[in-house]
């Protein structure tokens, strides 16, 4: 049992993220340093890190504290900030134009 969830959570980032693998963190650095990642900042990213985590340590797998934490609160900062800009912009009246 414990073989098939972490097989599981290994197939995950090996199949359908790859970009996933890494702890995040270089990520995040280079984000805030200009480099253009946001693509790497999607709900998808954010429901493999936090469900393949999940998978390894009910497995009994080791993993860090920092790093997964640190990109999963990234990736949802980032999509709410895609969420609240939108309705941000749909709430704004135009101008009368006076």
């Known amino acids: 049992?414990?073989?098939?969830?972490?097989?599981?959570a290994a197939a995950l980032t090996v199949f359908w993220l790859p970009s996933t693998a890494s702890g995040g963190v270089p990520l995040?650095?280079?984000?805030?340093?200009?480099?253009?990642?946001?693509?790497?900042?999607?709900?998808?990213?954010?429901?493999?890190?936090?469900?393949?985590?999940?998978?390894?340590?009910?497995?009994?797998?080791?993993?860090?504290p920092e790093a997964p934490m640190i990109f999963i609160g990234a990736s949802?900062?980032?999509?709410f900030a895609r969420a609240v800009v939108p309705v941000s912009r749909w709430l704004k009246k135009p101008s009368a134009g006076i």
């Open 76 to 79: 949802a900062g980032a999509g």
């Open 28 to 64: 995040i650095i280079a984000l805030l340093n200009g480099i253009n990642l946001r693509s790497e900042f999607r709900v998808k990213h954010l429901a493999v890190k936090a469900f393949g985590g999940a998978l390894a340590v009910g497995s009994g797998l080791c993993l860090g």
């Open 1 to 8: 049992l414990m073989g098939s969830i972490t097989a599981l």
